[in-house]
């Protein structure tokens, strides 16, 4: 099955499409499985999977185990002339989905349930999908050549459908049939999980089953509203967050990453919900529940998206500090010292009060200000990266100044001289000009000033709006809210 290549694609699906990507994948695997009459004897301890590959003869083979959506190599063996190897080891593999490759090729994917019947054969000829697989020794795995059959099949049958539904007239009848697959495909699962109950097979069948509302239950004066609140409610309902081996398949992780993706809006109140949604579900396998809270926080840690810093301290704060979930210690430190920097000045928290010194020797508050929204600016002179964007945000502080946008610009060192001279010689005089030569209002920790410049947004109340912004996305931001 090429997963990998397939996989990708799932993080821009909506859900509609979600789970008939993970059919395609599951399905459009160049592989069709067979039973075979011929049983290798079935081993207590360790693993010896021999293969028969009729098109690899004297090539080295790979056998890799999918780690989320990645496969890594876990054993090398070299074919005969007949094609002919063996891979074998003393201790079990450990459960999940594994992939023979050769030459960078992946050829097809199996699965491995338990530490026990890790004792079979596979043996490949050609035919219309690519290979064929055939299983000696492995029912699990002949059911689950079966099943991927079935689904590709099915996929080329929907897709024929589709095409001849857009004639009006054959649209009852197209229905009527693409409703029929979805009972054939929901009856397969239901005989998986009669016969293998527990297996690695069930969690994956299972998983790819469609939930989809029923159409008389949609409003039709409200479907939008109707199909998110019902795909964020539902969208776990098939997907096991608690079996380990889940981990070893390409599902599990895309389906996390298309969950925050496609299906939650990028709110960080909304992500974060769905966050305690994901964990709270997966709580009860501490092995499922840290590697996916540590693969949220990645993702949220990359974010470009304003805002998604208090989905970091949220998760930090409720799963780590917290000890839920336990990590070493520097670590610990790490994501203890990220919170304390970043925690005063989170998207919707009540920023700061700054009284501070004018360049004439005034005073002027930050909160004595009355405009629906302020542009709060820190910047240093000697910094390059702010001589770069100063200019631009002060261009854009005068392009809204008329439409109710008030700035407050906060030179971050103590050099007045170097300051004045900079204000004068660039003109930057419209907007109200402070310093904190003695650092009595502690800005810097108020504002989580590691680096400058730092750009904040607030609005009439002072609350923060937006934060970290450079002059672009500040320029979209305030577009969109006061055009």
């Known amino acids: 099955m090429k997963f990998v290549k397939l996989i990708r694609r799932i993080e821009t699906q909506t859900f509609l499409t979600f789970v008939l990507v993970l059919i395609l994948i599951s399905s459009c695997s160049s592989t069709r ?7 290798v004897s079935v081993g207590k301890t360790g693993y010896n999977i021999e293969l028969a590959l009729e098109k690899e003869k004297n090539k080295t083979v790979l056998l890799a185990k999918y780690r989320g ?4 190599v876990t054993d090398t063996a ?3 002339a007949n094609g002919k190897t063996a891979f074998t080891g003393d201790k079990p593999l450990a459960p999940g989905m594994y992939l023979i490759v050769t030459e960078k090729i992946p050829l097809f994917d199996f699965l491995i349930s338990d ?3 890790q004792t079979f054969g596979i043996s490949t000829v050609k035919n219309k999908y690519g290979k064929t697989v055939t299983f000696s020794g492995s029912p699990e795995n002949e059911d689950f050549a079966d099943y991927s ?12 459908l589709k095409t001849q539904a857009k004639d009006s007239e054959a649209k009852e009848r197209t229905d009527a049939e693409l409703a029929s697959l979805i009972a054939q495909t929901e009856a397969k699962v239901r005989n998986i999980r009669a016969k293998y109950p527990g297996s690695l097979l069930e969690s994956l069948a299972t998983a790819m089953l469609q939930v989809h509302p029923k159409s008389s239950e949609i409003p039709e004066n409200n479907r939008q509203q109707y199909m998110y609140e019902f795909y964020t409610k539902h969208y776990w309902d098939n997907i096991s967050l608690t079996d380990e081996r889940m981990l070893d398949t390409p599902l599990l992780i895309p389906a996390i990453d298309n969950y925050f993706t496609s299906i939650l809006l990028p709110i960080p109140d909304t992500i974060i919900r769905g966050v305690d949604f994901v964990l709270t579900k997966a709580q009860n396998n501490a092995v499922v529940l840290k590697y996916l809270a540590g693969h949220i926080l990645d993702r949220y840690l990359e974010s470009q998206i304003m805002g998604m810093e208090n989905v970091i301290i949220h998760i930090i704060d409720n799963y780590y500090l917290s000890g839920k979930i336990k990590i070493d210690d520097g670590k610990l430190r790490e994501f203890a010292e990220y919170a304390r920097k970043n925690r005063p000045s989170l998207v919707g928290k009540q920023a700061k009060d700054l009284r501070m010194q004018t360049v004439g020797g005034g005073v002027e508050s930050l909160y004595d200000i009355d405009a629906p929204y302020t542009l709060v600016y820190i910047f240093d002179v000697s910094c390059g990266h702010c001589r770069q964007e100063t200019p631009k945000i002060y261009r854009i502080f005068r392009d809204f100044r008329s439409k109710g946008l008030a700035g407050f610009c906060v030179y971050s060192r103590n050099d007045r001289s170097e300051w004045l001279e900079y204000l004068t010689k660039n003109e930057l005089t419209d907007w109200i000009n402070v310093w904190d030569p003695n650092n009595e209002t502690d800005f810097r920790t108020a504002y989580s000033v590691y680096s400058v410049p730092q750009v904040y947004l607030l609005d009439k109340n002072k609350k923060i709006i937006g934060r970290g912004l450079d002059s672009i996305s500040l320029s979209r931001m305030l577009n969109n809210l006061l055009k």
């Open 78 to 80: 070299k074919t005969d």
């Open 149 to 160: 059959d079935f689904l590709l099949k099915r996929q080329e049958r929907e897709k024929a």
């Open 33 to 39: 499985m067979s039973h075979s009459a011929d049983k």
């Open 69 to 72: 959506a990645k496969p890594y």
């Open 115 to 117: 530490t026990v019947n």
